[in-house]
């Protein structure tokens, strides 16, 4: 015979077995931006997997915890969970279904929606978070500023804060500049700037900046009873829309500039470096300005790294060469946003002299004609029979004379007092330059370049240097 009591029990349970022994509820089905939400998971089961929630419509899960409960009916334990998951909705949504495995069987939660209404700001609000752009419309690369303030009223006291900057996707931060802290009227305004420039060309959305702020609340305990609490409150800033243009064609610079060249010297000795400072100033993308190093004919260049501070870059360049020569305009070709029209700016010529430089002349020779020559030229011609046998003779002697120099190499010992000194790392790199396609030479002019130019002190190997030096015969 069946027992009543259990029968009865048994017919209490099914409702939970039907709707898989979890149900979601929310604190608030209405909420006004900025206050949170708690979403409420009661499930129950012995087994039961909780889930991993990290986010309840496309926001963070600030906060979760959970508590459990057991109750006693007829004589049977049931375990049941309670899962809280608090999270600050931007804007109307609906939470999805969420999988609980529980007992080895996977449940799901019904869908909730939550309606999120605009924050009423007041023009004597505690808190004030207000996001400016000193610009609408720019162009890829344009340099512009964006101004976070955050407005608090005296006497507005916070527990606690946390600041959540803007998204600037598709922007460069170039420059995130000191905040500034001012009093206007009844608020203490905080200032954040952002110098930025566009990367890519469309709308470009920046997100809200949100401000989380605690402060002390009155809320009731289990037992009913007035207890002070924390409550957090976020307060977000309006959207921005950049509209970025692409540059015209033919142009990677935008912006507003200058340029200059000086150099440390115009008169040099042979194979001593002159030393070029280039500057260029102004307001744009800087950073993608290319390195001016000429190709001059006859001269030996070597480029330091472009430097930028600020709304300043430079560049040095040192230039070697044992003859004169002139150093070419270095040219600069931008869009200026000011005028919507692309500009080519350049620096004057500079002339260098080289002392001791190679000189090359041509070697004129006049030859008088009198009339005594002319009168003898008859007999000269009577006796060229016999010459031409002595000319002969003396070809076939220098040939064989040539021949017995090309094998002797009798100047080796004659100039063996000039070979290149390798203590002179200026002679040296100059000797070294034609045969920069040989790796080990390419390697010594890069170290010697270095310890000239960059002030390094990095040994080079002297055996090396002479072997190659004898490889090219060089003197």
Known sequence: MINLGKLISLLLLIPYALYGGVTASVSTKTVTLGDAVTLHLEVS?????????YTLCDSDVTSSGSSTSIQIVNGEYKKSYILNYEFTPQKSCTIK???????????????????????????????????????????????????LLFKQRSGAN?????????????L????????????????????????????????????????????????????????????WRTYFSNELSIKVKALPAGVDLVGDFTISAAVDKKTINVNEAVNVNIEVKGVGNLEDVKTFKPYIDGVNSFDEKIRIRGAKLSQKI????????????????FFNPNTSKIQTIQTKPIAIKVNGAKQSQELTIKREVDKDTEINNSADELKSGVDTLWIMLAFVGGVVLGVFVML?????ILNKEKQV???????????LFPYKDDTRVQKIVDILEKNIYSGEKIEVEKKEIKEILKKYDIR
Do not use: C, H
């Not at 799901?108 to 209404?117: D, G």
């Open 97 to 147: 279904p969420i999988e609980i495995e529980i007992d080895g069987v996977t449940e799901l939660t019904k869908p909730i929606k939550v309606k999120v209404k605009a924050m009423d700001v007041a023009k004597d609000s505690d808190f004030v978070l207000i996001l400016q752009s000193s610009k609408k419309e720019v162009f890829v690369g344009e340099e512009f500023e964006i101004v």
């Open 421 to 431: 000194s390798i203590k002179d790392p200026k002679v040296l790199i100059m000797k």
């Open 408 to 412: 002797l190499r009798p100047w080796k």
């Open 158 to 170: 916070a527990v606690d804060s946390k600041f959540v900057p803007p998204e600037l996707k598709g």
């Open 318 to 333: 040192a230039l070697v060469s044992d003859k004169d020569f002139t150093i070419p305009p270095f040219t600069l070709k």
């Open 45 to 53: 089961g012995e087994n039961v997997k909780r889930p991993t929630i």
């Open 172 to 231: 460069w931060v170039k420059e995130e500049k000191d905040s500034q802290r001012y009093e206007q009227g009844d608020y203490t305004i905080t200032k954040l700037s952002y110098v930025v420039s566009a990367q890519r060309e469309g709308v470009q959305k920046i997100t809200p900046a949100q401000m989380k702020i605690a402060s002390r609340d009155a809320g009731k305990d289990s037992w009913g009873a007035w207890i002070p609490q924390i409550k």
